[in-house]
């Protein structure tokens, strides 16, 4: 016989019971009813400060949250429930419906506190829960617009609720103040050191930071609010939000004698089941274990646990993890395990790094042998790989484990056992995931997530799903994008031996579909590698990315930069005064770059030409400032002047400079030459760099500056010019060949198999045999260069795609336009910078 | 006193040969508003042309092509994509760009009003 269950809160736990249950329940033994206060179906709360970027509710609704087209469940919006006769076995909802049932479960949720501050019903006061709380703020903020200035608001709470509510208001446009009664930001997740660095970090972000203090009093003052803090603050604000934490809604509970817990919740034991075993309590409105759960998780525990039971399995809720991760306008913060060390002879290991804007905890057991917890702010990467060894013995020191993202501390997923939880949210082990790899033939990551659920909630732990792919053996594609399978360096091959000189052809004969912002950019790199005639002629101007397209980098707003070349860095007064001039003359902000040369910022697209012309006319070529080719080859100045210099390191720089300009490459190409072991060109941070010695000169390679800073490895010393410029030739052009897309030599110099002795032995011993065809194709390369802008000013089919406008060529864009900053002029910012929040 | 002179359906842009296939160029409407005119192998289609991530005024410059056989546009700024027949970003579900209706009459480009 069909029962039948009641369910209290159609919130995101609600729902997740439901679809739990029918998921399982096949014999239909159940028939499930469920009453909603809110009058829409259940929607991601936990996204709801998304709701403010579109204002569209439609898109936070939960997949299958209106049952369609399943007859056993009956859903009743916008209709709470007001009393339970437990006697009766019956509830009553506020449209005088009774409904009778055989096992009830509430999931009311939670209702946000509001401390007792005088003041705190005033219009313009808010709570932030709901879809409709945000509606309601949103109209405050529009009326705060109608005033002068920006609008500004007071965000009583710092906590993850705080300052979820504080990025809302930013993205409409007001300034937030948050004031804590903590010392510390997010008081719960994160330690003292944590929290300071996250107020650093936040204040940046145009928020303004009270702790240690609370509202005292709120009062209205000619059409806005004052408020008074305890510590003597005062603000004037157009609005105030409330998000001081949440309260169980243990109400109808209560009033029907169920157990409750001091400071509120609704007890119950491991089966979820409150003090009537008719009767259970699920999600934020349930004290499990002595403790109410904030975040969804456990609530989703709770709801499976509940399914299982209803269908007469003995599943148990046994706690679960608080670990957390966000990203709160755009500053990583996670916390895991016992992040305050309340363990008995926890230790704690800190690395605070006040320049990188990190700070990384961990708290390890009194014999530092097992992790117990740690924090991590501003840089949280290592989240996914620490938080499953929390319990486990360290698979290295502490202190290594720390070291910067990518030092190589990190910890490898091989270390893991099978039964660490790789998800949270989900609650997948690793040996869950190898199964799925393994026994279930899920080779991708779309193929793990539909298997296990693992990733498919805040989407963390997806990183250490790729390395458990790799791990178990599964190749990752290779493949350039969808419309090639092959790699970069197949293509490249796959390019040269067939001697196709069009995208359209090699797509057509080699790929599938039409091509796409990734495959196009690097077969044009390719094409132009191999000397394919100018960049922009024919078919190649719609492959290549804005900057190579316009020969000029693109700004924020719209406009380029303008790079003229200048080799090793050296200039006449009179090159300097042409560049002057033309930045007089067109208004351009001109600075000095950390590549030794003059940048030129704020060019339309129809001005380039214009501002070309001249500079060509001075003697000026480009600089490739926007190509995946050589930059700049910085020198010092060298022998003809410094003391301590051993060679002309500033004629070498010149030199090479020429030699290699306008050669594309996967990535950017760049160089120095120091006059000596002093190395004031920073030689050792490019990707070929020389050092002059007393009888000749060191070549560098691998070097980098930039996101992963590496130092160069010694690939030949002491050699003649003559020698030197063979290798440079032939090491170049092996990287062409054989990198993947995006990948600079120091990465590229890691990857491959063999490493530097390898490349070594191609480019010095030949070991390959194809010494020869690298020299043949770099001097094929030299003898074709030719000024890529010359080449646009003597094409008007080129020049005529430097228009604004295609009916209005020269009407300026009318978005465009500039202020004055220290006496340039720079750009007007456009509209509000788009904010993640996770 | 005002009036109101109704504005032309159609207002025509450029031959279209002037965009070479595969790429896209800005036009100016009458009001200030700047759009998109992309051409592919074998359509026209127009979007606006501001970016919706950055606000500036670039879409026209994005690479075209094609994901998972949907026509697409790739915005310079930061590459996020846009469906050149919708206008909806398909990388961040909720964002999209307005589109207008957009005909060959005769070699010539005409955009009408959304
Ligand atoms: C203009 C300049 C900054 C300045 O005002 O000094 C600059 C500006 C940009 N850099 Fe840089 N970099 C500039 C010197 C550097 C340096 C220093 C150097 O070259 O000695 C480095 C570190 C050295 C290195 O590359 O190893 C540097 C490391 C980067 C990186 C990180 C590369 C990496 O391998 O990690 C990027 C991002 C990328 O290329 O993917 C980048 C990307 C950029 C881009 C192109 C970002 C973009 O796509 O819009 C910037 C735009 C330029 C513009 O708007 O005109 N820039 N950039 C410098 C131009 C030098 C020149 O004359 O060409
Ligand atoms: C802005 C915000 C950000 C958040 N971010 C995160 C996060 O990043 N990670 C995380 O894990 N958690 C987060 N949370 C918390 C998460 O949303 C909650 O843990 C989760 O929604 C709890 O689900 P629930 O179903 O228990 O309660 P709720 O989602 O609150 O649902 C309870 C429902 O029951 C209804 N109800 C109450 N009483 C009755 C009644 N008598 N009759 C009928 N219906 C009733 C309520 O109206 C409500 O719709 C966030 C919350 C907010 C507000
Ligand atoms: S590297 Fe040597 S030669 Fe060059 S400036 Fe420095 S000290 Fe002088
Ligand atoms: S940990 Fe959140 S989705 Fe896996």
Known sequence: ?838 | MTSTVPAPAWTAVCPLSAIEPETGVAALLPDGTQVAVFRTRDAVYALGNIDPFSQAAVLARGIVGDLRGTPVVASPMHKQRFDLRTGECLDDQGVSVPTYPVRVVGGTIQLGRP
């Not at chain 1, 009774?98 to 999931?107: R, T």
């Not at chain 1, 996670?334 to 804007?357: I, R």
């Not at chain 1, 941070?685 to 691998?702: P, Q, R």
């Not at chain 1, 070097?703 to 410029?725: F, I, W």
């Open chain 1, 1 to 838: 016989m069909t029962r039948t269950v009641v369910v209290v809160g159609h919130g995101m736990v609600g729902h997740r019971l439901v679809q739990a249950l029918r998921d399982r329940d096949a014999e239909g033994a159940w028939r499930v009813v469920v009453f909603a206060e809110e009058g829409r179906p259940a929607y991601d709360r936990v996204a709801l400060t998304s709701y403010v970027d579109d204002w569209d509710a439609a898109r936070l609704e939960l997949d299958g949250a209106r049952y369609a087209g399943d007859d056993a469940v009956a859903l009743h919006l916008g209709d709470p429930v007001t009393a339970i006769d437990r006697a009766a076995r019956a509830v009553t909802t506020a449209s005088g419906r009774v409904q009778p049932y055989d096992a009830l479960v509430l999931a009311t949720g939670s209702a946000p506190f509001v401390p007792p501050v005088p003041g705190r019903d005033l219009p313009g006061c808010h709570v932030y829960r709901t879809i409709e709380d945000l509606d309601a703020i949103r109209a405050s903020v529009e009326r705060a617009r109608t005033g002068v200035g920006r609008g500004s608001a007071m965000v009583v709470g710092g906590g993850l609720l705080g300052l979820e509510a504080a990025k809302a208001l930013r993205d409409l446009g007001v300034s937030p103040h948050v004031v804590e009664l903590a010392p510390r930001l997010m008081p719960l997740q994160v330690d003292d050191g944590g929290g300071a660095l996250l107020k650093r970090l936040i204040e940046r972000l145009d928020v303004t930071v009270h702790p240690g203090t609370s509202a005292a009093a709120i009062e209205a003052d000619r059409g806005r609010l004052l408020a008074r803090l305890a510590n003597g603050t005062e603000l004037d604000l157009d609005l105030i939000v409330f998000s001081a934490g949440i309260r169980p809604r243990d109400q109808l509970a209560r009033d029907c004698g169920l157990g409750v817990g001091g400071r509120g919740g609704i007890v119950v034991d491991a089966a979820c089941r409150t003090t009537d075993p008719a009767v259970y309590a699920i999600g934020e409105c349930a004290l499990a274990d002595g403790r109410v759960y904030g975040l969804v998780a456990p609530g989703y525990a709770m709801a499976e646990v509940v399914a299982d039971r209803l269908l007469g399995g003995a599943a148990e809720f046994t706690g679960a993890d608080m670990s957390t991760k966000l990203k709160l306008m755009g500053v990583d913060v996670a916390s895991f395990g016992d992040a305050h060390a309340a363990t008995e002879g926890a230790l704690e290991v800190v690395v605070n790094d006040a320049v990188a804007g990190t700070y990384r905890k961990l708290v390890v057991s009194d014999d530092a042998k097992t992790l117990l917890g740690g924090v991590l702010v501003g840089d949280a990467t290592d989240y996914a790989s620490l938080r499953p060894l929390v319990g486990r013995p360290l698979p290295a020191e502490p202190g290594a484990l720390l070291a910067p993202a990518g030092g190589g501390g990190g910890v490898g997923v091989g270390a893991l056992p099978d039964e660490a939880q790789i998800c949270s949210c989900n609650a997948v082990t690793k040996g869950d995931i190898r199964g799925a790899i393994l026994e279930q033939a899920a080779d991708d990551v779309p193929k793990i997530k539909a298997c296990t659920r693992a990733g498919t909630a805040c989407g963390s732990c997806v990183p250490m799903l790729k390395q458990l792919l790799a791990s178990c053996g599964v190749e990752q594609s290779k493949a350039l994008c969808e419309h090639f399978t092959h790699s970069r360096a197949e293509l490249f091959e796959i390019v040269r031996a067939t001697g196709i000189t069009t995208f359209s052809e090699l797509v057509a004969r080699h790929g599938s579909g039409r091509g796409c912002d990734i495959c196009k950019p690097a077969v044009a790199s390719i094409l132009a590698s191999l000397g394919n005639g100018h960049i922009l002629a024919g078919e190649q101007a719609g492959l290549q990315d804005t900057n190579d397209r316009f020969l000029a980098n693109l700004q924020r707003n719209g406009t380029y930069s303008v790079v003229p070349r200048i080799p090793g860095g050296e200039i006449t007064p009179a090159k300097l005064m042409a560049i002057a001039q033309v930045a007089a003359d067109f208004g351009l902000y001109t600075k000095i770059t950390g590549g030794q040369r003059i940048d030129l910022f704020g060019a339309t697209v129809d001005q380039l030409p214009a501002i070309w012309r001249r500079l060509v006319d001075a003697g000026f070529e480009s600089g490739h400032a926007y190509g995946k080719a050589l930059r700049t080859v910085k020198s010092c100045v060298g022998s003809t002047w410094c003391r301590y210099g051993v060679q002309d390191s500033v004629g070498l720089a010149i030199e090479l400079e020429l030699r290699y300009r306008g050669l594309r490459s996967p990535h950017k190409l760049k160089s120095a030459v120091s006059g000596c072991a002093r190395e004031c060109a920073e030689a050792r941070g490019k990707d070929f760099g020389v050092i002059a010695t007393e009888t000749g000169w060191n070549l560098y390679v691998g070097g980098n500056g930039g996101t992963l800073p590496r130092h160069a490895d010694l690939l030949v010393s002491d050699v003649d010019k003559e020698t030197l410029v063979r290798v440079i030739d032939r090491f170049l052009m092996f990287y062409i060949r054989s990198a993947d897309r995006l990948q600079r030599t120091s990465v590229w110099l890691d990857s491959i198999e063999g490493g530097l002795d390898h490349v070594r032995d191609v480019v010095v011993h030949d070991s390959l045999g194809i010494a020869e065809e690298l020299e043949a194709q770099m001097a094929e390369h030299v003898t074709g260069y030719a000024d890529e802008w010359a080449g646009v000013l003597a094409d008007p089919e080129k020049l005529a795609r430097f228009t604004s406008f295609v009916n209005a060529p020269g009407a300026p864009d009318p978005t465009i336009s500039f202020r004055a900053e220290r006496g340039q002029s720079v750009p007007v910012p456009l509209g509000i910078p788009e904010v993640v929040s996770r």
